[in-house]
């Protein structure tokens, strides 16, 4: 038990959090006594996604799920001194969530007015046309905004209701090629290697594609000019969908929030990161699918994101286009609103948007 204080941080957690060394529950700060949680308990058991990736993590932060009593509970595990810091999700957290949606409710119908009020006037305007497709830009960064938050009751929940079949490779191939032409327009280079043979499984895909995109989005806000962010796609028993990037990495003071940034104090930095609602997407997406994600940082690249997905299969569900059924941008550019803060203005020039 010569392990038990590795981690001084864990006593001045608010939150639930306990350490593990060697598989077994070595330490539980005051806030995670009422789980009834054990010194010396398995941690494999508890695990209800993320077994395989738990027992390959050796570095950097991890997103998993716990049945912990009645309970599953998210967790953000950190690598640190031989050891690992699990730190829980709160039901708390649920009520967070559903704040942000009925407060984006209230912004959508006058966000939708002033939409189709520009739509009208703006083609006539005498404007000089960069300024248009600024503030075009800027009506596709408040309608990103306003789609996370009004999503993030759904981001709670612990699966989704728009499972299809999917080809993965197809659907990615898609959306990257896509994707990759949008960004050289920013100067970023992306760059992405897919499996040759088909992959079907079962997915939401306007989820997954969501999630796809916030990973880009946020390799490419760190992502120095002709910078190379590099995707790829790989089966091994289940999928393993990494982005990474060759920016500056994630700060150590991050990291214990990385996965729920929405709830902590907003600081002055918070203008290049947003509210923090787009990794809260990308651990609900993976954890529907099965799956969890991963953060590290790899040799010669600043931060790598690893989500993975079971392969999943039902005979009661047909096989279906992977062409999206519900069009969660209102019928316009996914691309253009999910990379808004990353495409230069000209790219929202009336006649590029067309």
Not at 29 to 44: T, V
Not at 124 to 133: K, M, N
């Amino acid at each position: 038990m010569e392990k038990q204080n590795h981690i001084p941080m864990l006593e001045l957690l608010l939150r639930p959090a306990f350490c593990v060394s060697e598989g077994k529950i070595t330490k539980i700060n005051a806030a995670a006594a009422p789980f009834l949680l054990s010194q010396g308990q398995d941690i494999m058991p508890m695990l209800a996604t993320g077994k395989a990736e738990y027992e390959a993590f050796r570095d950097g932060c991890l997103y998993l799920t716990l049945n912990i009593g009645t309970q599953q509970l998210g967790a953000n595990v950190i690598a640190a001194d031989g050891a690992h810091l699990f730190i829980l999700e709160q039901p708390s957290e649920k009520r967070e969530l559903q704040s942000l949606s009925l407060a984006a409710k209230e912004l959508r119908e006058p966000l939708t007015g002033m939409i189709a009020a520009a739509e009208q006037v703006l083609p006539h305007a005498s404007a000089d046309p960069l300024q248009i497709a600024q503030f075009n830009r800027r009506i596709y960064q408040m309608l990103r905004i306003v789609s996370n938050m009004s999503d993030a009751v759904l981001y709670a929940q612990t699966g989704f209701s728009r499972m299809e079949y999917v080809e993965i490779c197809s659907f990615l191939e898609e959306l990257l090629e896509k994707t990759a032409a949008q960004l050289s327009e920013a100067q970023i280079h992306l760059r992405y290697e897919l499996p040759n043979l088909p992959i079907y499984t079962l997915a939401d895909p306007a989820k997954l594609e969501r999630a796809v995109y916030n990973l880009i989005s946020n390799a490419a806000k760190h992502s120095p000019v002709d910078g190379i962010i590099q995707v790829n796609l790989t089966c091994r028993g289940r999928l393993y969908l990494s982005v990474a990037d060759q920016g500056c990495g994630i700060t150590p003071g991050v990291k214990s929030s990385i996965f729920d940034r929405y709830l902590r104090t907003p600081s002055i930095t918070d203008g290049s990161d947003g509210i923090g609602l787009g990794m809260a997407l990308v651990r609900s997406v993976a954890t529907a699918h099965g799956g969890t994600v991963l953060i590290d940082h790899p040799q010669d690249w600043g931060t790598r994101v690893t989500m993975t997905m079971e392969l999943r299969k039902s005979s009661n569900i047909p096989l279906r286009s992977p062409v999206l059924q519900m069009d969660y941008a209102g019928e316009r550019d996914h691309g253009l609103q999910e990379l808004a803060d990353i495409l230069p203005a000209r790219m929202y020039l009336p006649e590029n948007m067309d």
